[in-house]
């Protein structure tokens, strides 16, 4: 088994592509893993690298392939349909289980994993992409700024770039379901964008504020900051058009007619039309912002931000960086996310990342 070489599934999606071209730059050898074998048996030639074709759904397929490495890095989503069966071959096999995931019921419920996964002796984190290795790191930085924070504010931007297939197609599956934040210590429903504000995000230099208009969304620290701070009130934001702000802040109006299968087909063929995601150039030109704050009962503030290249970019480059963490063998068995093993700084590991604090 070599030390250098992990499985990744779902290679040749979007996301999986730019993993596997910048594998090398770690020193890291993928064996290109999923179920179609023109494109994957494409990409090893270009790459110089082995593939797999594995099924998903053929557990000892899977478990056999899996034997092979020590861990997998699982890039096929949408996860809510491809989450479990992988996590339940890693235990199995005892292979490491990662992921790209930024689902909220999908960390929740590979959470539930972690005595099993104790018990295997295999480290399964979620979320070590965009989704949510930057926010997560911000959220552990300003709990150790405000150790007594009881509220916790994070948002994202993008300028420039734009959706791979799978992220919205993930997205389009996920319309009509409305918002969730954490209140209390627990999950609950609420509105989509029940909340906005503007942020003065900051770019490259630290003297440059950007100002952007932010809707609250469900995303995935809902679950996963609660898991690294213990903060029980926990608000996400997302970067949003006021026109977009205001067109999914009636949805429930017509959530009944988004959750219906006719309407998300018709979605997913259009998003299938379009480009596979961002060229390099879009992504280079790109430009990806972070914001944090939290509060304690006096009233007490304490804000952090960052800026750095778009979340594709960071995805692939913070998932690398966390491979090789876990073959050189830092790891901890059982659940984990990637600020609460690695800490904080963890995302000024990523090339172009510059973190601020007030």
């Known amino acids: 088994m070599n030390s250098k070489t992990f499985l990744l599934y779902g290679a040749n999606g979007y996301t999986g592509r730019l993993i596997a071209r910048l594998a ?9 893993a999923g179920r179609s074998r ?5 990409m090893a030639k270009a790459l110089n690298l082995t593939y797999r074709v594995i099924n998903l759904d053929d557990e000892n397929e899977l478990i056999a392939a899996l034997k092979e490495v020590k861990l997998v890095l699982h890039a096929a989503g949408p996860f809510q349909y491809t989450a479990k069966q992988m996590a ?25 994993y972690n005595q099993v996964a104790v018990d295997a002796g295999i480290m399964i984190m979620p979320g070590v992409g965009f989704d949510v290795v930057p926010t997560d790191c911000i959220a552990l930085l300003l709990k150790n700024k405000l150790p007594d924070a009881i509220k916790l504010e994070l948002a994202f931007a993008t300028l420039g770039g734009r959706l791979s297939h799978g992220t919205a197609t993930t997205m389009a599956g996920k ?25 003065n995000f900051f770019k490259g230099n630290g003297k440059d504020k950007t100002p952007v208009f932010v809707m609250s969304i469900p995303w995935g620290d809902i679950s996963t900051a609660y898991f690294t701070t213990g903060i029980p009130n926990i608000e996400t934001y997302a970067g949003v058009s006021k026109k977009t702000y205001y067109f999914l802040k009636g949805q429930f109006l017509f959530n009944w007619l988004l959750r219906t299968s006719f309407i998300r087909n018709i979605l997913k063929k259009k998003i299938n039309a379009l480009p596979a995601g961002p060229s390099d150039g879009q992504r ?31 995805t692939a480059h913070a998932s690398l960086i966390i491979i ?23 995302i000024t590991e990523v090339p172009g990342v510059v973190m601020q604090q007030d």
Request: include cysteine; proline fraction near 4%.
């Open 88 to 112: 339940d071959a890693c235990l199995k096999s005892g292979t490491h289980y990662l992921d790209i995931n930024g689902d909220i019921a999908v960390f929740e419920m590979l959470k539930k």
């Open 284 to 314: 280079a030109n790109a430009t990806g912002m972070v914001w944090g704050r939290v509060t304690n009962t006096a009233g007490n503030t304490a804000t952090a931000m960052l800026c750095g290249p778009e979340g594709y970019t960071i």
């Open 175 to 199: 319309l009509g379901e409305g918002g969730v934040v954490r209140k209390d210590g627990k999950i609950i429903k609420v509105a989509l964008g029940t909340k906005a504000m503007v942020i």
């Open 24 to 32: 090398s730059d770690y020193h890291l050898q993928p064996i290109l």
């Open 38 to 42: 023109e494109p994957l048996e494409e």
């Open 324 to 346: 090789q963490k876990i073959l050189n063998k830092h790891f901890e068995p059982g659940y984990q996310t990637p600020a609460k093993l690695y800490g904080a700084a963890l």
